[in-house]
């Protein structure tokens, strides 16, 4: 402990903790049941872990945000660093908060320099606890991780019965497991509980106490519930390339479709997932599938999206239904494989040599991810084109607080311009490109829909209305002019923007998308606490709507909150909507970690308090 006081951040169900561990030594496990015992607890919070882009040896961290009043988005700073990485603790280190507490392996001594005056140590000889009960190597690595939750445990006030329940839950069926975590559990929360004994009141200023602030929301990551939306929006073909962070979306399908998409009678599979040998051939089936009649989709990240685009102008130009989830992450080229971005937007609006526009979805949290999964492939049949459904390593491979997902069972699936067969032998007039009533949607048919009617060949290459080869310019300008108007009458299908008012009516607006969004919310409050106010349009899809339009002509500034480097969506703002670039104030974050409250207040208030607003500098993260 320290030999002087010092000042102590003292909350309760309002703090951060970070976990510092060694990718590969079993940690992950022992966090995530830690942050799950904090929701048994009815108390919210929002985990994300940090982990390398290598199988095993390098750093890995896991921060946990507890909030009592729900506040879901990184904070910035760390209130409880839990050091358990020698490579990395004078970075850990230096993260904690002044007054915040470091807690640490003390088997060996440190030196001074090691420390920092303004922090509270709490040292626990975790090595030599595990060396007194356990003899085998890797036996004390693994449990070394139970035993700090068991200490944090004692520490803040968590329930122990939670835990006990927790660990049967994750080991049910494996008794020896379940003892010898119990056991090592038990090892450090009675140690735990001996710091008190030995004279010392309150060790923790940071306590959990028990509330009812988690209500009915779930928790679950984004590419499960992308997964989940897929399901029940129809998809009956996966295809896909492994590739960080999108690969758990693809497993979770198929562990969906095997509890729903199999044939209780025959025992039949009534789903095709293929692991492609690339991202062009996992395209390439989807595209396939597509044109069949099959909701297909595949998911990928930016580096697939680029081998893509070929495929994706075929899809286009030819009009043929196809989903992507593309779980965004840093790039350019491999750049952060395991770190999150939103800097895929101009790559897929505009996916493809030529002039192309695509259909772009941005989900704020799980519950929409399965919202916009299902509603992706109708969106794909209605308008027969690509539907990108934009997401990202934030949302997709973080557990998140949400909403229940709901299904209406009376929902029907939109295939939008199919010709039947009676329709075909109604005489009704047939072009595959032929648009009847001047939305650019035209009617299509499957494959053995009639013996010898609607039938038209598909092509990449130009066309009349009728399918027909053709290099005729009337003809190319007729379809790409067509192809327009769809795109047109996207914009009232898609997903529409989210207002949301200031308490006082205010010259000043904030755009933003995506997993942007819980900390955008934090940031509204922080903002208005300091006098600050701000109208908010949360931005759901790309063609924008009207509504984008209006928000702008409303407010003389309006911030572009945004996780890139090139302001993305605000070039996309100004060039589709003609926008003077001058009104729209960048506000960026791009390092790869979740873009936090406290970097958005301290920029938007920063600019607010002067007297001009001028564009933030590129380059600012927190």
């Given at each position: 402990?320290n030999?002087k006081?010092v ?7 309002d ?8 990718n ?5 496990s022992?966090?995530?049941m830690?942050a ?12 994300r872990?940090?982990?390398?882009s ?19 988005g ?11 990485n ?6 850990d ?30 040292g ?10 356990y ?5 004390r690595?693994?449990?070394k ?23 049967g ?21 009675q ?21 009812d ?6 928790f679950i ?7 989940l ?17 999108s ?21 039949q ?12 051939a996992s ?11 099959a909701r ?15 495929f994706?102008g ?26 999150t ?10 996916a ?5 526009k695509?259909?772009?979805l ?9 919202e916009f ?12 084109t ?7 390593l ?28 009676a ?7 047939f072009?595959?490109?032929?648009d ?10 499957l ?44 914009k009232?299908l ?5 207002e ?7 010259p ?29 349009l ?7 709507s ?63 308090s ?10 600012m993260?927190?």
């Amino acid at each position: 402990m320290n030999k002087k006081p010092v000042k102590r951040i003292e909350a309760v169900n309002d703090f951060v903790i970070k976990f510092a561990n060694v990718n590969g030594s079993g940690s992950a496990s022992a966090n995530e049941m830690f942050a799950r015992s904090l929701l048994r607890m009815g108390v919210p919070v929002s985990p994300r872990n940090i982990f390398p882009s290598n199988i095993q040896g390098l750093p890995t961290w896991y921060e946990v945000r507890v909030n009592e009043h729900g506040y879901l988005g990184r904070r910035g700073g760390v209130d409880l660093m839990v050091a358990m990485n020698p490579q990395t603790w004078d970075k850990d280190v230096k993260e904690i908060e002044p007054g915040g507490y470091l807690l640490y392996d003390s088997s060996k001594p440190l030196p001074p320099s090691k420390f920092r005056d303004d922090i509270n140590l709490i040292g626990v000889p975790l090595t030599e606890l595990c060396a007194t009960r356990y003899t085998d190597a890797r036996e004390r690595q693994l449990l070394k991780n139970i035993v700090y939750v068991g200490v944090l445990s004692a520490l803040l006030g968590i329930e122990p019965e939670i835990i006990a329940t927790l660990l049967g839950e994750q080991y049910k069926g494996k008794v020896k497991l379940i003892q010898a975590n119990l056991d090592a559990f038990m090892m450090g929360l009675q140690h735990g509980r001996s710091m008190f004994e030995e004279g010392v009141e309150d060790v923790l200023g940071l306590k959990v106490q028990r509330c009812d602030a988690v209500g009915q929301r779930i928790f679950i990551e984004g590419n499960a519930a992308v997964a989940l939306g897929c399901v029940y929006g129809g998809a009956t073909v996966c295809a896909w390339y492994p590739i960080t962070p999108s690969s758990s979306a693809a497993e979770a399908f198929q562990k969906y479709c095997g509890r729903y998409r199999v044939d209780k009678a025959s025992g039949q599979n009534k789903y095709a997932i293929v692991q492609a040998e690339d991202e062009i051939a996992s395209i390439g089936v989807v595209i396939g599938a597509g044109w069949n009649g099959a909701r297909a989709f595949t998911c990928t990240s930016g580096p697939g999206v680029s081998l893509m685009t070929e495929f994706i102008g075929l899809a286009y130009f030819a009009e043929i239904p196809a989903t992507i989830v593309n779980v965004q992450r840093g790039g350019p080229s491999t750049g952060m494989p395991t770190r999150t971005q939103q800097a895929d937007l101009l790559s897929c609006a505009y996916a493809s040599h030529g002039d192309t526009k695509h259909v772009l979805l941005f989900p704020e949290d799980p519950h929409e991810c399965f919202e916009f999964g299902a509603a992706a492939l109708d969106l794909a049949d209605r308008l027969q084109t690509v539907i990108f459904l934009m997401t990202d390593l934030d949302i997709g491979m973080n557990h998140r607080l949400c909403e229940p997902l709901h299904w209406d069972d009376t929902r029907r699936y939109d295939r939008g311009k199919v010709m039947s067969r009676a329709d075909l032998d109604s005489g009704r007039d047939f072009g595959r490109y032929l648009d009847v009533d001047g939305d650019g949607i035209p009617y299509r048919t499957l494959p053995g829909t009639h013996p010898d009617r609607g039938a038209y060949f598909t092509r990449g290459t130009t066309r009349d209305a009728y399918a027909r080869y053709s290099e005729a310019g009337p003809d190319y300008v007729y379809n790409v002019e067509r192809l327009l108007r769809k795109f047109e009458t996207a914009k009232e299908l898609v997903p529409q923007p989210i207002e949301h008012k200031a308490a006082k009516a205010t010259p000043y607006g904030v755009i933003y998308f995506g997993s942007t969004s819980p900390a955008m919310a934090e940031a509204f409050d922080a903002l208005q606490a300091k006098g600050l106010h701000v109208d908010l349009l949360r931005v759901r899809a790309f063609p924008f709507s009207a509504a984008v339009d209006r928000f702008i002509a409303e407010h003389k500034t309006v911030f572009v909150v945004e996780q890139n480097r090139d302001a993305q969506l605000r070039t996309m703002v100004i060039t589709e909507q003609e926008i003077d670039p001058a009104r729209l104030v960048p506000v960026l974050h791009f390092d790869g970690t979740p873009i936090t409250a406290r970097f958005i207040t301290e920029a938007i208030a920063q600019r607010m308090s002067g007297a001009n607003v001028e564009p933030i500098k590129k380059g600012m993260v927190a």
